[in-house]
């Protein structure tokens, strides 16, 4: 009878130790293109997953593309890099099953120039360079075209607009397609560039810098995303708790830190009373 309850106790204490082991912390690999949204995570982000548990490690990308299909891989678990009409689009394009968590304080767009001070300044025939990737080439026409640079095509999508869509062009100046991560280069041939917020303090630009900058759709701001599978589960849940936490809004709102120009969310406008 003693050998019996040792046994069991035995396998009592076993239980025990596979509970403890289940609870271990978890690994939570983030995956990023440059720019500030890396640092943004490690410093509002990482200790509040760090204080729930989690293990948290960064992978950096240089470009827009690797990071979304390391992420539907497995070999990320979150990205931080893109806004919803471009996660939507790559998914569809791409037939990933990637969702949206929650969106983040945002650089957006800038016009920058290293020729001119205003963009009363621009000439005719003057070149401007674009993002290639369809969603962010729409994107940077339609703030050229608020910008009062061009006007589009009225009857054209427009989340789908090219350079083919420009109605007016009384500048007629001339338009150069890169890769995203390329266009702060261009800065020293082309007049203007309208470069990604990212991609802009990742090359030294200062979002003072621009000549003017995007305000932001909602649907552009940059969002957290992960694999459709995952949206369920504790580390979401508790990825978005920090997100949507008091530690979180003291960093991103901090005037020390280069996060504090970033125009926010909607919901984070509410909860805080802040300014998008």
């Not at 791409?94 to 949206?100: A, G, K, T, V, Y």
Request: glycine fraction near 6%.
């Amino acid at each position: 009878m003693k050998t019996i309850r040792l046994f069991q106790l035995a396998l009592l204490l076993a239980g025990a130790v596979t509970t403890i082991q289940a609870a271990d912390p978890q690994e939570i690999r983030f995956g990023f293109s440059p720019g500030p949204y890396k640092d943004f995570v490690e410093q509002a982000v990482k200790p509040g997953l760090e204080a729930k548990g989690y293990k948290v490690s960064v992978v950096q990308f240089q470009d827009y593309v690797q990071p979304n299909l390391a992420l539907a891989n497995k070999e990320t678990d979150v990205n931080v890099f893109q806004h919803l009409l471009y996660l939507e689009k790559f998914s569809k394009d791409r037939n990933l099953q990637l969702s949206p968590v929650v969106n983040v304080p945002t650089a957006g767009l800038g016009i920058y120039s290293n020729k001119i001070k205003s963009l009363n300044d621009l000439k005719k025939g003057d070149e401007v360079t674009l993002s290639q990737d369809p969603t962010n080439l729409a994107r940077g026409l339609r703030f050229l075209q608020k910008a009062g640079l061009i006007k589009l095509k009225a009857e054209i999508d427009p989340t789908k607009v090219t350079e083919r869509d420009i109605a007016e062009n009384t500048r007629e100046l001339r338009f150069t397609l890169l890769e995203a991560a390329q266009i702060p280069r261009s800065l020293g041939s082309a007049t203007v560039a309208v470069i990604n917020g990212n991609f802009a303090i990742a090359a030294g630009l200062k979002l003072s810098d621009a000549l003017t900058l995007e305000t932001l759709d909602e649907n552009i701001k940059i969002v957290v995303a992960v694999r459709t599978e995952d949206l369920n589960k504790p580390f979401v849940k508790d990825l978005k708790e920090v997100i949507e936490s008091e530690a979180f809004h003291k960093v991103a709102s901090d005037p020390k830190n280069i996060f504090a120009s970033f125009q926010v969310p909607e919901w984070y406008a509410k909860k805080w009373g802040a300014t998008k």
